[in-house]
């Protein structure tokens, strides 16, 4: 199986562009249970970073990682990281029910959060974050690669702040993925631990009406969520689609599955329709991550 054809293991790479002097921006990795780490990674290194610790519990997995990064190292502990204090950022991919307290330990250490998505698992635990966010000054970033590192994705952002179709009303979003259940840890299919297919796969389409419309909070109108072609996970959504209005009046329709049939080439076919009152943009975004 290709890394396109595995969205869980295949990592975008972008075009270098340092916004940072070689060495000012130092990071580390840690909790790799999700192949976006590498994608993680990737991003902050075309921006200049420079990785320096590697830590995970499973020595191999760290090691794998660090050895694409020179320089980088294997930490002893998640301590030995928290302790550097040449660290400003701390990249991680962990199971989802457990980001946000992961974050909120790396937050509580004097260094920035950069997880991958979704960035938590309930509003508990948001309401965690926000509060050490305050009390620390301290950012919790997320990486929705659907957007962040599909350059088509990019385009349409900067078309749109533009105001090149006017004011958006509308943004539709599909993200059908490949399931390969053989390749996935048994975390995969628990939903306390995933937290479900609109909070994972959904949380790329709701960052993407967000930030297409300016809209800053949204109302769920009708959701569902069904497994209809996994019986023997029966803790795995395959199948969710939901309707929201923003603050703003803008709409939004999304559908996500595990559904793509194993003749399609790539991890799936997402698409994306941003509706302007002055025209509108259509976007494939199969080159990203699931």
């Known amino acids: 199986m290709s890394q396109k054809s595995d969205g869980m293991n295949y990592a975008p790479q972008g ?31 075309e921006a200049g970073g420079q990785l ?27 301590e030995q990281i928290l302790d550097d204090s040449a660290v400003h950022l701390v990249a991680a991919a962990a199971i989802p029910n457990l980001r946000g307290a992961l974050g909120c330990k790396v937050m ?21 974050a926000k509060a050490v966010v305050a009390r620390t000054g301290r950012k919790y970033a997320c990486y929705f690669s659907e957007r962040l590192h599909v350059e088509s994705a990019m385009y349409a952002t900067d078309l749109v702040q533009q105001g090149a179709i006017g004011k958006v009303v509308q943004v539709i979003g599909l993200g059908p993925h490949r399931l390969n259940a053989p390749s996935r840890p048994a975390w995969f299919f628990d939903k306390a631990q995933y937290g479900g297919i609109l909070c994972d796969i959904g949380s790329h389409q709701f960052e993407q009406f967000l930030t297409f419309t300016g809209a800053t909070d949204a109302t769920v109108v009708n959701a569902a969520v069904g497994n ?3 019986p023997a996970h ?57």
């Open 52 to 78: 320096k610790w590697v830590f995970d519990a499973d020595t191999a997995k760290a090691q794998a990682l660090a050895a694409r990064y020179p320089g980088a190292q294997v930490a002893r502990s998640l």
């Open 108 to 128: 509580e250490a004097g260094k920035d959060y950069f997880t991958d998505k979704t960035p938590f698992t309930s509003l508990d635990h948001l309401d965690q």
């Open 15 to 45: 075009k270098p562009s340092p916004v940072v002097k070689p060495g000012e921006f130092v990071f580390a990795a840690t909790n790799l249970d999700h192949g976006h780490i590498h994608g993680q990674c990737n991003g902050l290194v």
């Open 228 to 230: 209809y072609a996994n």
């Open 234 to 290: 029966p803790g795995l959504e395959d199948f969710g689609e939901a309707s929201l209005v923003g603050d703003n009046g803008a709409t939004n329709y999304i559908r996500v599955d595990w559904l793509t049939p194993d003749g399609l080439s790539t991890w799936g076919d997402g698409r994306m329709t941003i509706l302007g009152t002055k025209g509108y943009i259509d976007s494939a975004s199969s080159s990203s991550t699931a």
